[in-house]
Every structure is written in C-alpha cells, then in structure tokens.
C-alpha cells in the first residue's frame, strides 16, 4: 500500500488517512481497519484515483456514512474511498442539485428553510446523498425514488454520463445502482415541491419525536435490520417469536424496536452478524418468512 499512498500524494488527490478503524466509518461501530482511506478533491481526482487502482487490481470501496455496512472484524486490504468533498449544493426553485457527499439530514433541513416539501421523511436518515440514492433510503412510506429526477454517475469504464429516474429502477430499499455496484452516483438532481415552513417543520418535529420514542438511538445501529415483508412488519415477527432483548456478544436485538439490532456493549461486527442471522433463521423456522437483510457485508470472504 505504500506505492497507493505514493502515488495519492504525488498526483494530489485529497486528503488521506492510512491503517485507520473502519468502527469509526460505520453507523454499528465495528470493522477492522484499513489500509488507506482517501477523500478525491474532485471528479477529475477520482477518476485519476480509480485508474490507477484498476491498473494494479488493487481493491477498492466507495463509502458514505457506513449506515448501511457491516465490514468484518479483518483488515481491509485495498483502499477506502469517501466523497466528502463533493458537497456542493445549488438551490434554484425546487429543484436542488447534491453532491455526493452531503449529508441527506442536512439537507432536508435545507429544503425546510427553504420552504421545500418532500425531503421530511430524511429527516433523520443518517446517509449521504450518494448512499440514499444507492440504497434508495426511505421512511414514513417515502423514499428516494419519489424525489430523484435524475443523477451523475462515473461508469464502470470511467466515463460521466446522466442516469435518469426511469434509469435507476427504483423499488423498496433499492436501486440499479445496487444492482450494478460499478456505477458511483457524483451528484443528484431532487425536485421538490414549494410548502408552507411552519407544517414542514411540524412534520419533521413530530417525526423526530416518534424515532426518540420508538428506536434505541442511544446505540450505534444501522436502523431498521430487515426488509418489512409485504403485509407484515418485520420487528412484529421478530418480538413475537421472543426475541426482543436477545444478545449474542456485545450485540443485542433492541427492547425499543425488535428490528433493530445495537451495539450494546463493545460488540464486534461477527457478533452484529451472527445475530442477525440468527434472528433471521429463527423467523425463517417459525414463520417460514425469509426476511431480506438490508445492511451489506464487506470483506467477509
């Protein structure tokens, strides 16, 4: 990895950080560490980046805020990139344009101040935008695939093209970009509608309030574990077949919510897997429903 952390100096990609604790990159909390993570400057640095680590076969992943990844407890032996500086954002009437990197929280407290109705279900979402358009992020029967009239993309073969939202094949929790991992969303295109500020905040308010008091968001988690399956909620099956409160390690099913599992007590990511395995195979015996796991694992094999 010396001769990558070489070359991103010497070609001045961005800001870089080496054997660095993937806990301190995911939502859960866990990981092992890894070899280098870098922030490209620009699209232009990105592109020079992902040349040169194709050319050698060095292994690379794009992340956000890690809200939806579970890396294993080993060492990542390739490079972890994050597009944090690709963070601009344009506002003209209710079309915003975002960058990767930014914060979807952030902005839909943007679009609220802006008097912007659409973005209240991100509320507390705790993506980026790039992530969000990946997995197609959503709640209070809303999602991405409402609001995204169209994204910039970096295509497997390195070329900038336009995806449009007929392009992205947007279903529950996700995306084509999900099903074609080589694509790198750069920036998307929302549209929104013109609201009254004062029933955005309140939505937003009383949304907020309802996670408090009904998700564990005192612990590191990756919100809601399983899919709901069609007619059902998840967390219903999973606190009816008793297993609210159960732990394998440091992992535990919340007591709050049944369908989200926390880091209670210094858990390590085999412990957050296992667990989720195991509630799966528990619902999938006693119920005969096979619950579709939203989180990603990474370097497990």
């Known amino acids: 990895m010396n001769n990558v952390l070489d070359f991103i100096k010497k070609n001045k990609i961005g800001k870089y950080k080496s054997n660095e604790s ?41 992340i956000g805020n890690g ?45 609220y101040k802006n008097s912007l109705t659409g973005l209240e279900f991100a509320g507390g979402i705790p993506a980026t935008i790039g992530g969000a358009v990946f997995m197609n992020a959503g709640a209070y029967k809303s999602d991405m695939g409402y609001i995204v009239s169209d994204i910039k993309v970096l295509t497997p073969e390195l070329e900038i093209k336009t995806l449009y939202n007929k392009d ?10 999900k099903h ?14 013109h609201g009254t500020k004062s029933l955005i905040k309140e939505v937003m308010e009383d949304r907020k309030q309802k996670r408090c008091m009904t998700q564990p968001l005192e612990y590191p988690s990756a919100g809601s ?41 210094n858990a390590t990511a085999k412990d957050i897997r296992n667990l989720i395995f195991y509630v799966h ?21």
């Open 180 to 193: 074609n991992p080589g694509y790198i969303c750069l920036e998307a295109t929302i549209v929104l509608k």
């Open 67 to 111: 809200s939806n990844l579970i890396f294993s407890d080993k060492e990542y032996d390739g490079v972890i990139i994050k597009l944090d500086e690709f963070k601009k954002i344009e506002i003209k009437d209710t079309i915003i344009k975002a960058g990767a990197g930014v914060s979807l929280i952030k902005l839909s407290h943007l679009a």
């Open 168 to 177: 992205l094949n947007y279903k529950y929790r996700t995306s084509f970009l």
């Open 225 to 265: 574990v399983f899919r709901n399956p069609e007619k059902d909620f998840a967390g219903r099956l999973i606190e009816k077949d008793g297993l609210k409160g159960f732990k394998i390690g440091g992992a535990k099913v919340s007591e709050k919510h049944a369908n989200f599992i926390v880091n209670d007590k």
């Open 22 to 62: 993937l806990s301190k990159y995911t939502t859960f909390k866990v990981g092992g560490n890894a070899k280098v993570i870098v922030y490209p400057v620009n699209e232009d640095k990105l592109i020079e980046l992902l040349r040169y680590l194709n050319k050698n076969n060095i292994m690379y992943k794009v």
């Open 281 to 301: 195979d528990k619902v999938k015996k006693e119920d005969n429903i096979d619950l579709k796991i939203e989180q990603e694992f990474v370097n497990w094999e």
